[in-house]
């Protein structure tokens, strides 16, 4: 049963600045959410494309990862590519990594706010999706600026984030999970409206033809199957203990009835829906 998944608790990970205020867990439940997600936002989000810039590879290219998590999408796509392509994971936690890979991949201990100096005009694509769990609003700029640094002339970046609305005129309860949600960002510092946010910053940083694609996916649908509406739950799930560690809900018993009423109203809206974006643009 996927949302009878218990993530530990994140906020106890923490070591270092740029990992004490990662809200989503890194355990056995948290691969397996990932690795579901990846396969839903492929296809859903990307129309079955791991890359979906305008970016073309050929032998020798380098690709990055950024927050890469379980490696899922690298690993993916260095099955489509010549294995004359080389691939670099990144991430600030290597619990997720896989454990047995191609010798053209390779995964490592780094921030996206710091990269090595070496690496600088080294990659010809770089994919980050999903960091809006992980950087502050300070970071996101640094981060995008190491991006740029070490992309070559004409190389493309590509973010996935989702859209956390300001509003969301479902019904009490799911607006009340949604402040919450709003809430456990701002007190860690990140950043809801992330994907406004890098249409600003895309062209500060130094970015050219900002490009964006946007799809609204049904979480109305029930089913035996993953789908977008088991991934929402399963992401309110995995944020659970911080929402208790901060406060911002009270109980155990708190979160679950909030989570039921939540999920009834989205029973009863046919039309529930939340947006999810990727957005790439070049050097
Ligand atoms: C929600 S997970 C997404 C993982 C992967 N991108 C995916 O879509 O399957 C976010 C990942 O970003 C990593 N992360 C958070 N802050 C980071 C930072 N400053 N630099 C690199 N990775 C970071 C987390 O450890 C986590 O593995």
Redo the contacts with the bound molecule.
Sequence with gaps: MLHGARPSNPLSQAQSS??AH?I?P?DDSEVQR??L??QL?TRELCNGKLIYAPAELTHGDKVL??????G??LTSLAEELPPTVSFTG????TR?FPSHFPSNLSFLR????DLPLEWTERFNFVN????I???TAQ?WTK?LQEVHRVLVPGGWLQC?EPHIPAKTDIGPYTERMFEVLRKLLSKNGLVYDIVDELGRLLPETGFVDVRKHTVSLSAHKRGDEFNHRTLMEWFFTALKPGMLATKLLQSDEEFEDLMQSMLKEWDETPEVAWSWSIIYAQK
Excluded: K, P
């Design positions: 740029s990992q990662y989503l890194s990932l690795n997600q990846n936002l990862e950024s927050g890469t998590g379980t899922i999408w990144i991430d600030i936690h997720l780094h921030s996206v706010t980050q999706r999903l960091l769990g992980g950087l970071e981060a996935i």
